[in-house]
């Protein structure tokens, strides 16, 4: 009796989540108008957000900029360009904390720092949604 009561709780909290819509963002991959790479494959993409790759082919130093976990464009993103869930991202971060062989990249609080660090900061990567694009900064195609 106890079972099935703790199956129907279970699936009555998850049915929301089940039938929410997915956020109707599209992010794009931002970088500082210095970066000498127009595009990137998803692996080299996701290569620079665990952190792997830390230097752009000219050598200039990469550096990354994110939103928290918990925003939708940060999952969306996560999901759609880096083709893997936000929990993944996480843990490799975590490891290269705890570990001390890396760190994570720099958490932005919001979009609107996001573009402001990123289109001042000579060599910095991040996302966001984009209408409109500052002089100082350019979107890098992620080819398939």
Known sequence: ????????????VMIPWVLAEPPNVQPEVIAHSSVPVKQLTPAQLRSIFMMRQV???DGLPIR???LPSNTSIHMVFVEQKLQLFPYQL???????TYSG???????????????EL????????GYAEMKELPSALQIIQIKP
Not at 1 to 12: G, T
């Open 64 to 66: 990354v900029y994110v």
């Open 118 to 125: 990123v289109q001042s900061t000579p060599g910095a990567i």
């Open 101 to 115: 062989t890396g760190t994570p990249p720099i958490e932005v609080a919001d979009l609107a720092t996001m573009i």
């Open 1 to 12: 009796m106890a079972k099935r009561r703790l199956i129907a709780l279970c699936a009555f």
């Open 55 to 57: 230097k752009w082919p």
């Open 90 to 96: 996480d843990r490799v971060w975590q490891k290269l």
